[in-house]
């Protein structure tokens, strides 16, 4: 501070006075430095994932058909489903909503078919032959086996002469993983029923939350612009556009969108490649009017909570600091719910997994009565299941601007504060008046928290 203040170049005084002060240099945006240091290439990020031993086995054709044929003759269709990842066994929300989407399929009759890549990767296959791409099959919630595309393309072929009105909806959540041509050729004419869901950006960047060197969001600019040239992520942005055109040139599916701002960025994004699309949120607000006086918890602190996974893009870099400058203030207490423990002083951990397949957070955040949980995610989120868990938990939110539809979500129904820094969010908690309006955020999510 005295440095700024003296209005002394910073650098040429370290060289001059501060190294031999002892003086040690400070980043002013911890946060960015931080997300910085720990930027990974999509390249470095792939190599990680294909160490992961993939999940595999090795059942006949044969098998795979009969199995199909008995379960496709006692239902009303097929629901075939895409996606990088068995979504019985990983946390996050495109898992959850698949899970959601197979339970419901099968309540309404439909046989639910999964396929992911049996060797996980977070960018797309170039690679290889598309005949032989191996994919592992889960069919209403349990693994059968492991078949190249091939099997399944000529399963599925067979079937639909056997069963002609089994098949009817097929839906591409993510192509991670995938070979292109191996989507196309599973999916082919056989589905009279195409849709492809934005849950992230991957169809417009390798970066899949479209943030430039993991810090700033972008807008998906033109390729080879000097924006996109500065990225880390840039070199090959050309070759994913070019596989999803084809992509959507083949099958043109409909496009489905978990909010509308999801929708805005998503369709700027693709420079002008018209498809259908329609905006389905994962969950539909029932706002209720609210006739009960809403009375504070009897307790002297207020409960913050992060949930999820310690990630930067989440936001768990700016809970971090938020920790650090406030947990000293008294009246407040701070936690984290997740899989992995952060170790992070001052903060109480919960482990927080799934259970018989379904989240655990609503009850983390009940059972510890948690007043306020902090979402600082860095890229604009399509839809964010937490918020919503959060409020029907009964807790309020606190979220930064760069949030995507959880900012959407708190201003439409006056659920808690976006704020466009950390720093701004420790000072709301470190607020004399933040009793007062935590009562009004959580009056106002009294009336939303019933769900559809």
């Given at each position: 501070?005295?440095?700024?203040?003296?209005?002394?170049?910073?650098?040429?005084?370290?060289?001059?006075k501060g190294i031999n002060e002892g003086r040690k240099p400070q980043p002013e945006l911890i946060v960015n430095h931080k997300l910085f240091r720990t930027l990974k290439t999509i390249t470095e990020l792939s190599q990680e994932y294909r160490q992961i031993a993939p999940k595999l086995k090795?059942?006949?054709?044969?098998?795979?058909?009969?199995?199909?044929?008995?379960?496709?003759?006692?239902?009303?269709?097929?629901?075939?489903?895409?996606?990088?990842?068995?979504?019985?066994?990983?946390?996050?929300?495109?898992?959850?909503?698949?899970?959601?989407?197979?339970?419901?399929?099968?309540?309404?009759?439909?046989?639910?078919?999964?396929?992911?890549?049996a060797i996980a990767d977070i960018s797309l296959n170039h690679n290889g032959s598309a005949i032989t791409f191996l994919i592992n099959c889960t069919l209403n919630d349990t693994f059968i086996g492991t078949f190249t595309v091939r099997e399944l393309t000529e399963t599925l072929s067979s079937l639909l002469i056997k069963?002609?009105?089994?098949?009817?909806?097929?839906?591409?959540?993510?192509?991670?993983?995938?070979?292109?041509?191996?989507?196309?050729?599973?999916?082919?004419?056989?589905?009279?029923?195409?849709?492809?869901?934005?849950?992230?950006?991957?169809?417009?960047?390798?970066?899949?939350?479209?943030?430039?060197?993991?810090?700033?969001?972008?807008?998906?600019?033109?390729?080879?612009?000097?924006?996109?040239?500065?990225?880390?992520?840039?070199?090959?942005?050309?070759?994913?556009?070019?596989?999803?055109?084809?992509?959507?040139?083949?099958?043109?599916?409909?496009?489905?969108?978990?909010?509308?701002?999801?929708?805005?960025?998503?369709?700027?994004?693709?420079?002008?490649?018209?498809?259908?699309?329609?905006?389905?949120?994962?969950?539909?607000?029932?706002?209720?009017?609210?006739?009960?006086?809403?009375?504070?918890?009897?307790?002297?602190?207020?409960?913050?909570?992060?949930?999820?996974?310690?990630?930067?893009?989440?936001?768990?870099?700016?809970?971090?600091?938020?920790?650090?400058?406030?947990?000293?203030?008294?009246?407040?207490?701070?936690?984290?719910?997740?899989?992995?423990?952060?170790?992070?002083?001052?903060?109480?951990?919960?482990?927080?997994?799934?259970?018989?397949?379904?989240?655990?957070?609503?009850?983390?955040?009940?059972?510890?009565?948690?007043?306020?949980?902090?979402?600082?995610?860095?890229?604009?989120?399509?839809?964010?299941?937490?918020?919503?868990?959060?409020?029907?938990?009964?807790?309020?939110?606190?979220?930064?601007?760069?949030?995507?539809?959880?900012?959407?979500?708190?201003?439409?129904?006056?659920?808690?504060?976006?704020?466009?820094?950390?720093?701004?969010?420790?000072?709301?908690?470190?607020?004399?008046?933040?009793?007062?309006?935590?009562?009004?955020?959580?009056?106002?999510?009294?009336?939303?928290?019933?769900?559809?």
């Amino acid at each position: 501070a005295d440095v700024r203040n003296a209005e002394i170049n910073p650098f040429m005084h370290y060289l001059n006075k501060g190294i031999n002060e002892g003086r040690k240099p400070q980043p002013e945006l911890i946060v960015n430095h931080k997300l910085f240091r720990t930027l990974k290439t999509i390249t470095e990020l792939s190599q990680e994932y294909r160490q992961i031993a993939p999940k595999l086995k090795l059942v006949a054709q044969s098998e795979l058909f009969i199995t199909l044929l008995t379960k496709c003759s006692e239902s009303k269709g097929l629901c075939l489903s895409l996606s990088h990842d068995d979504y019985m066994n990983h946390t996050g929300g495109v898992q959850k909503f698949i899970r959601d989407e197979s339970h419901y399929a099968q309540e309404t009759g439909y046989v639910y078919l999964h396929l992911c890549p049996a060797i996980a990767d977070i960018s797309l296959n170039h690679n290889g032959s598309a005949i032989t791409f191996l994919i592992n099959c889960t069919l209403n919630d349990t693994f059968i086996g492991t078949f190249t595309v091939r099997e399944l393309t000529e399963t599925l072929s067979s079937l639909l002469i056997k069963q002609p009105l089994a098949l009817q909806v097929a839906v591409i959540h993510t192509a991670m993983g995938w070979n292109i041509e191996s989507i196309t050729s599973v999916i082919s004419d056989l589905f009279a029923h195409q849709f492809y869901y934005v849950h992230d950006y991957f169809a417009l960047c390798t970066e899949y939350r479209l943030l430039r060197n993991n810090i700033v969001p972008c807008d998906a600019p033109e390729l080879k612009s000097m924006s996109c040239n500065i990225c880390a992520h840039s070199d090959g942005r050309v070759k994913q556009v070019e596989a999803f055109t084809q992509l959507f040139e083949k099958l043109k599916p409909t496009l489905l969108y978990p909010s509308n701002c999801a929708k805005a960025l998503f369709r700027a994004g693709l420079h002008g490649n018209k498809l259908a699309e329609v905006v389905v949120p994962h969950i539909k607000v029932i706002k209720k009017s609210v006739t009960k006086k809403h009375e504070p918890r009897k307790r002297d602190r207020i409960r913050v909570a992060y949930c999820g996974a310690p990630v930067g893009h989440k936001g768990f870099y700016h809970f971090e600091q938020i920790v650090e400058k406030c947990q000293t203030q008294v009246g407040l207490e701070f936690f984290h719910f997740g899989n992995e423990d952060s170790q992070l002083s001052g903060v109480e951990f919960a482990k927080t997994v799934l259970k018989d397949g379904k989240s655990q957070m609503i009850k983390k955040i009940e059972d510890q009565e948690i007043d306020i949980v902090f979402i600082g995610s860095t890229w604009r989120e399509t839809f964010n299941f937490v918020a919503y868990e959060a409020v029907q938990a009964g807790a309020a939110i606190i979220t930064l601007n760069s949030a995507g539809n959880v900012c959407d979500f708190v201003a439409e129904y006056k659920i808690g504060s976006v704020v466009k820094t950390w720093e701004e969010a420790a000072k709301l908690l470190q607020n004399s008046d933040l009793t007062k309006k935590l009562m009004a955020w959580q009056a106002a999510a009294e009336g939303v928290r019933n769900f559809v």
